[in-house]
């Protein structure tokens, strides 16, 4: 049996539409009207659900200047703090009920991904309908374990992880109740290029783990998204901002409404494309059939005359006897006159 998700209304899985979540993070940049503005603009983009970070920065880590608590490596954030960023970018607690109720009347579902144990309790009394662990908090295990002591189904992105670390991470999941999982291949860079993407994990995700998968693609564009989708992709979790000109830690790898609507509308096409395994002609494809090749008589025959390669030949259209017969023509008499452009039939062909 294949495995599936449901989520509100949705079910996920192979064969089912892709879900596609907006994800949020902080492109509010701290208001609330500019959040709700960006559910709006999910909604109206085609979103089916919307995502949301819970967490503050006394949660996610603590205030502290030392070296490892410094951004390095070439991010967006290089010489911030931990601290300092994530007191810029976390939303609001109080915001989320009233976010979860706005996208809920847009007919959209909310939930959002939590980094501590108290948030798992917040979003609980908030009853999302399912919960998102981010990357970094693939090695949470406990995090793991309270999420899915939920029972609601678990989303799990997987950037950076091994392949012991998933399993470690599912297995952790698995005996804690979560019965419900689906697994996203991720990149854990912001903005992350397509040589970076590896696309192809995410069928083995599927093969390996039994499970749903996706990708939480953080790639500029649709191109990536829409190829995830031609592999096997049940979920497409990809940043939302009203524009990236309204500067803010996330904006520069999110999409504006016009160009995730571009994702979905390509998403939902090539879902359409894909399909089903067909072989012959179907749909607007059988009005084709008229110009395969056949046998057709080409000069005009007297009645008794042969047929030669000279006033016999394959051409357009179908009309006429199977190619596969010409051997079995040429040399045979024919059984009456013939106009030039008769398609071929048994019946004008003597009997021996």
């Not at 979003?123 to 662990?133: G, I």
């Not at 860079?189 to 783990?209: G, S, V, W």
Request: proline letters at 5%; charged letters at 25%; hydrophobic letters at 40%.
């Amino acid at each position: 049996m294949t495995p599936t998700l449901q989520i509100g209304t949705r079910t996920i899985g192979t064969g089912q539409p892709v879900y596609v979540v907006a994800e949020l993070s902080a492109n509010h940049n701290q208001d609330f009207e500019q959040a709700v503005k960006i559910i709006q603009a999910a909604k109206d983009s085609g979103a089916d659900a919307v995502k949301l970070q819970t967490y503050t920065a006394d949660t996610i880590t603590i205030a502290c200047d030392r070296e490892p608590f410094r951004i390095t490596g070439g991010t967006l954030w290089d010489g911030r703090t931990l601290y300092e960023l994530y007191r810029e970018a976390y939303t609001p607690w109080e915001w989320q009920p009233k976010l979860k109720q706005v996208a809920n009347e847009l007919g959209m579902d909310l939930f959002s991904s939590p980094f501590d144990e108290s948030a798992v309790d917040f979003l609980e009394k908030m009853d999302v309908p399912a919960h998102k662990l981010a990357s970094c908090e693939l090695v949470d295990i406990a995090l793991i374990q309270k999420m899915a002591r939920t029972g609601k189904p678990l989303i799990m992105s997987t950037g950076m992880a091994t392949v012991e670390e998933i399993q470690e991470a599912v297995q952790a999941a698995r005996q804690a109740g979560a019965t419900q999982i689906a697994l996203l291949k991720c990149t854990s860079a912001y903005p992350a290029t397509p040589d970076d993407m590896n696309l192809r994990t995410i069928p083995e995700l599927a093969k390996r783990f039994g499970v749903p998968a996706g990708l939480s693609d953080h790639t500029m564009g649709n191109a990536v998204a829409v190829a995830a989708v031609t592999l096997g992709a049940c979920i497409i979790e990809k940043h939302i901002t009203l524009s990236r000109t309204l500067k803010g830690t996330d904006s520069q790898f999110s999409l504006e409404p016009q160009e995730f609507k571009a994702m979905v509308e390509a998403i939902r096409i090539t879902e359409r494309a894909l399909g089903v395994v067909h072989f012959g002609a179907r749909g607007q494809e059988a009005s084709s059939l008229a110009f395969r090749r056949s046998l057709f008589v080409v000069q005009d025959l007297r009645r008794g005359e042969e047929f030669t390669a000279w006033n016999v030949r394959s051409i357009r259209p179908a009309h006429g006897l199977h190619t596969r017969h010409l051997s079995q023509v040429l040399g045979k008499r024919a059984s009456r006159d013939i106009v030039r452009g008769t398609p071929l039939d048994w019946d004008l062909i003597e009997n021996p």
